[in-house]
């Protein structure tokens, strides 16, 4: 397979072309506005029809546009805190955000990369096509988040639940352009984050419309690197001098756009062809080294600011992701059509610090004073995805879905290690190393390739008795081959001619048979839904949800070798990895096999105050089987993942939505979550044993809190409108989420450290007029610094020695944070019908 994509620079002008085109046939600003209705209804299709939230009997949570303007929410780690029962682990850009549904992770929260894949429990659908985008939330109708397992009609990833965006549609008969622009600062800053954007909306007949939409976002960033050296490989970092402050380092920059066309012929068609483009260029890790104080220094001189970073290099990081989306929906009378096709893409090409590591391995690194090593990595993802599935529309007591789905996903990815002078000073006659010293100072060299395909048959039938009673029994059959290749080499060791492959090369390297995977199953789902009246709603439900297998892209270990100065492998089950007569893997590091979740629930919807109020709640168990879990190799302690023995979740979780005036509305939610291992996990957490950089593996125990969560969540919202005598008005806003403490490891264990809890305010004041409004807004307004992962423990905190007897002192220790207050201004205005 050949993975190619398009240039940006051409995406850019097609988007921006063919918007602009559309916008100059926009007449005159009209006169009036049309008024909108007031009330507490979101109509969604979660369960692939368009019924009211409220007469859904599942727990799902919809936040409409006019919330997502109101609350100035531009990304899902701004919208998720106002859900109960989900937390999202905010890490900024460069790592991605893990998304953690009902408290099912067992990863060390502030490891690993969650940039395409949301943290491996939630699916996410962008339309009707299953593809993770951490998109920005311009010009969206609204946002679903299903709670719970639902792997009958969304298929794999749906451990915990499953986010939907929708967009906007192309609107027939309406000729519109709306221009935004914001501009704001953090008070950790230097200079000022912008944003700017619009959305045209040309309906060309009454048959044929186009939207589109383009938007650019500078994010100034907020963090400083305070230690990058001059010249990698020839500046001692463990110096005062050739160190040198970058402010601001992790900053971002997004260009993303859509341009859709929809074409409807007749009543009983309807076709949408979209294409959705999302490209970031982000400078650095939002992470502060404000703990990473090593012992026996003086108070203080080795700790930096809690807005501060102690990397050696710059990390930037480059993100692309682009789909194109056919959705077409057919009523044929007797059922509704829907066929959802999607080709989609992703690739991302990043640098990151990898001198800590390497030291605390203590294979000779440390000896170099002046070493400094850096990592890159790239990739490339495609996906192919088809859903095919009829929803009954006849009425009476039966309705019924029944539906296929394909997927093929092909991945290509790299990581290169680069060790600048490294080997010029161990080859000189005092250490006589004798390795390779290439000009591009590779010392690492991995691949990895991984082909997914996937199908599956889905069905739900329902039944209503007494017009009251609904029984609805669905399920899920599945079927995928999994195939991989993966390879280690250190080219310091290789000739001068060995050259590492490209992601070309890559994409072609032939299978490990021993890497391939093929599973099936099935799925079900059982409800039972009573309309106790038309304003309250009971439910029960059981159902289920799974999660591929797959492999974890690290080489396979030779022979046990005493005599092996270095090692980066991974071992198979019953390897021997040590000299002593228990020095044998009991796991294997190289693959993991699925994982299910099977989710008991009751829940009411009800209708109060002659719908002036909704309020929404439940309650649910989940057991997690055979759960894939964060850990890492035996040898040279790379991250992979392994399968548990059990674990399960319990909790409730309660919204509400009050609007006691037309001017005054309130929105506020509460969930408890208690999730723990259920049985022995041995080796689950690698741990430092000191002195020195040698370790251990620690067991997870029956009854360890899993990390990630915090137990207990909130949030409440308020906006009051006040009238202006000109017939303009002033809408006031606020808001405060809170979430107490968190585990970064389970049980607390390996030296886990505990995130305190914390609460964030927001607020802002809006002007309205008839077509455009400006607001003035402050978010985190008591400026609280709040950690949300940590990466590596205070056991990072100790001193290598190098040759010479100096210290070399590791920065693995530091935890990802919260952006300080941000004070801005966003303006909104509206051309056209």
């Known amino acids: ?124 659908y962008l339309g009707e096509i299953p593809v993770f985008v951490d998109l920005k939330l311009n010009d969206l109708e609204r946002v679903e988040v299903l709670l719970g397992p639902q792997g009958t009609l969304y298929g794999a990833g749906t451990l915990g639940g499953a986010i939907r965006y929708i967009p906007t549609k192309p609107k027939f008969g309406e000729t519109t352009v709306i221009v935004r622009a914001e501009a704001s600062k953090y008070s950790k800053a230097s200079s000022l984050s912008h944003e700017t954007g619009f959305t045209v909306n040309f309906g060309l007949t009454d048959t ?56 409807q012929p007749t009543d009983s068609l309807d076709a949408t062809l979209t294409y959705y483009y999302q490209e970031s260029d982000i400078e650095g890790r939002r992470v502060s080294h404000y703990r990473d104080i090593v012992p026996g220094l003086l108070e203080g001189e080795a700790s930096v600011g809690r807005y501060e970073n102690a990397f050696r290099v710059r990390e930037p990081n480059e993100i692309k992701n682009d789909l194109l989306a056919l959705e077409v929906v057919a009523d044929l009378g007797f ?19 990898q001198t800590t590591l390497l030291i605390t391995l203590e294979y000779s690194y440390e000896l170099f004073p002046s070493f400094t090593s850096f990592t890159r990595e790239v990739g490339e993802e495609e996906r192919i995805n088809q859903e095919l599935r009829l929803v009954s ?3 009476g007591p ?52 991984i082909r997914l395909t996937e199908t599956a048959l889905f069905g739900e039938l329902s039944y209503t008795l007494f017009d009251a009673l609904t029984l609805t029994a669905g399920g899920r059959y599945y079927d ?78 030779g022979a046990y070798d005493p005599n092996a100065t270095q090692g980066a492998c991974a071992l198979a089950p019953g390897q021997q990895f040590g000299p002593g007569p228990d020095d044998f893997s009991i796991r294997d590091e190289r693959q993991f096999t699925p994982d299910k979740t099977r989710n008991y629930e009751l829940g009411f919807k009800s209708t109060l105050a002659n719908g002036a109020l909704t309020l929404n709640g439940a309650v649910y168990y989940i057991d997690w089987i055979d759960p894939q879990l964060g850990s ?22 309660l919204s509400a939505n009050w609007r006691p005036t037309e001017r005054l509305q309130l929105r506020g939610n509460f969930s408890y979550i208690d999730s723990q291992l259920t049985t022995l996990t041995p080796d689950l957490i690698r741990t430092i044993t000191p002195p020195g950089f040698g370790s251990d593996f620690e067991d997870g125990e029956d009854g360890d809190r899993l990390p990630g969560s915090p137990k207990t969540q909130f949030s409440l919202f308020g906006s009051y409108e006040y009238p202006l005598s000109n017939g303009d008005g002033l809408v006031f806003n606020a808001s405060y989420s809170y979430q107490s403490s968190v585990l970064t490891r389970a049980g ?8 305190d809890g914390y609460g964030v305010a927001n607020t802002s004041v809006s002007y309205e007029a008839d077509r455009w409004s400006a607001t003035l807004f402050v978010d985190n307004v008591f400026d609280k610094f709040a950690e949300t992962g940590a990466i590596g423990t205070a056991l990072n905190n100790q001193i290598v020695t190098d040759f010479e007897g100096g210290n070399v002192y590791p920065r693995a220790f530091s935890t990802h944070i919260l952006p300080p207050r941000q004070i801005g201004v966003r303006f909104k205005i509206r051309f056209g019908d």
Not at 335 to 353: M, V
Not at 642 to 650: D, L, M, P, R, T
């Open 1 to 124: 397979m050949n993975i190619q994509y398009t240039n940006g620079v051409a995406r850019t002008a097609l988007l921006g072309s063919t918007i602009l085109a559309s916008a100059y046939a926009v007449p005159a600003m009209a006169q009036e506005a049309a008024p909108q209705p007031v009330n507490n209804e979101i109509i969604v299709t979660a369960t692939r029809r368009a019924e009211s939230v409220q007469d859904i009997p599942l727990n799902i949570a919809a936040v409409g546009q006019e919330q997502i303007e109101e609350q100035g929410l531009t990304e899902l780690s701004d919208l998720l805190p106002f859900v109960p029962g989900i937390n999202i682990v905010d890490r900024g850009g460069r790592q991605g955000n893990p998304v953690i549904v009902r408290g099912l992770n067992v990863d060390a929260i502030g490891s690993g990369d969650g940039n395409n894949d949301g943290g491996g429990t939630v699916a996410t």
């Open 208 to 263: 044929l419309a186009i939207r589109g939409s383009l938007d650019w976002t500078d994010d100034s960033g907020f963090i400083d690197y305070v230690n990058v050296v001059d010249q990698i490989g020839v500046t001692n970092p463990d110096t005062a001098d050739g160190l040198n402050r970058i402010k601001d380092a992790d900053g971002e920059e997004t260009l993303s756009g859509r341009i859709a066309a929809r074409w």
């Open 335 to 353: 059922a509704e059509l829907t066929s959802a096709t999607g080709w989609s893409n992703y690739s991302d090409d990043g640098q990151r610090d």
């Open 393 to 395: 529309t006849h009425g």
């Open 398 to 449: 039966f309705s019924w879905i029944i539906g296929g789905y394909y997927n093929r996903y092909d991945a290509a990815a790299s990581s290169s290690e680069f060790v600048p002078n490294y080997v010029p000073y161990v080859n000189q006659p005092a250490l006589d190393f004798g390795l390779t010293d290439r000009p591009d100072a590779l010392e690492y060299f991995s691949t990895d390739r």
């Open 480 to 557: 995928y081959s999994l195939k991989a290749a993966s390879s280690v080499d250190f080219p310091l060791f290789e000739p001068l001619s060995y050259t590492p492959q490209t992601l070309d090369e890559i994409s072609q390297n032939p299978f490990d048979p021993e890497l391939a995977q093929k599973d099936d199953g099935f799925l079900f789902k059982f409800n039972a839904s009573w309309e106790v009246n038309p304003d309250l709603l009971v439910y029960a439900t059981v159902s289920e949800g799974y999660r591929i297998g797959g492999v974890n892209g690290v080489g396979e270990c």
């Open 632 to 653: 890492s190799t035996v040898n040279a302690n790379i991250p992979i993942t392994v399968n548990g023995g059990g674990a399960e979740s319990k909790g409730v979780e």
């Open 748 to 755: 607390g264990r390996g030296s886990s450290l505990t995130l």
